[in-house]
Antibody, heavy 118, light 107 residues
């Protein structure tokens, strides 16, 4: 059974960079696309971007200028960096696996709350 | 970007009754539409893809229909574990977008 676990600081100061890592267990990170999705408190879901195990990426245009995704296949991990954060970036951040055949999300991490505040 | 609009925002239903949730796309997404269920403090769970195909392990009381811009998720007889928030998501092109959600609460 594939499991995903997000890790990283729960508090980030405004204008700084949010950094999270997702560790995949129970399966290989290879041959799949992986995504980050966020959910502001009490609100809906926003797709941030995806990364293929080979390193190719695509980002939501609304965040593209501030987002960088990377992958480390040796550690079975992929990561998110979001720069110049503001309070509007406060959210639960989920990592998820994209299904093999279509851009849906079949396995999710439990989510981690990141608060942007001084 | 395709905008997904869900209605109603909140649906109050008694256990055992039918619930009908709607999702509308701002332009055609063909049948490239999925539904997720999210319970408090949990990640979303994939219920339906291809507008009408149940994901693995999803009970038959969940059904999806529609194509183009209008979609419906029906829960035929609500069980206690079905009270949750439901999101639709299109995957017709990038960026992927979700609807704002429908909360199904106990009447």
């Amino acid at each position: 059974q594939v499991q995903l676990q997000e890790s990283g600081p729960g508090l980030v100061k405004p204008s700084e960079t949010l950094s999270l890592t997702c560790t995949v267990s129970g399966g290989s990170i290879s041959s799949f696309y992986w995504s980050w999705i966020r959910q502001p408190p009490g609100k809906g879901l926003e797709w941030i971007g995806y990364i293929y195990y080979s390193g190719s990426t695509d980002y939501n245009p609304s965040l593209k200028s501030r987002v960088t995704l990377s992958v480390d296949t040796s550690k079975n991990q992929f990561s998110l960096k979001l720069s110049s954060v503001t309070a509007a970036d406060t959210a639960v951040y989920y990592c998820a696996r994209v299904t093999y055949t279509m851009p849906l999300f079949d396995y999710w991490g439990q989510g981690t709350l990141v608060t942007v505040s001084s | 970007e395709i905008v997904m609009t869900q209605s109603p925002a909140t649906l109050s239903v008694s256990p055992g009754e039918r619930a009908t949730l709607s999702c509308r796309a701002s332009q055609s997404v063909s049948s490239n539409l999925a539904w997720y269920q999210q319970k408090p403090g949990q990640a979303p769970r994939l219920l339906i893809f291809g507008a009408s195909t149940r994901a693995t392990g999803i009970p038959a009381r969940f059904s999806g229909s529609g194509s183009g811009t209008e979609f419906t998720l029906t829960i035929s007889s609500l069980q206690s574990e079905d009270f949750a928030v439901y999101y639709c998501q299109h995957y017709n092109n990038w960026p992927l977008t979700f609807g704002g959600g429908t909360k199904v609460e106990i009447k």
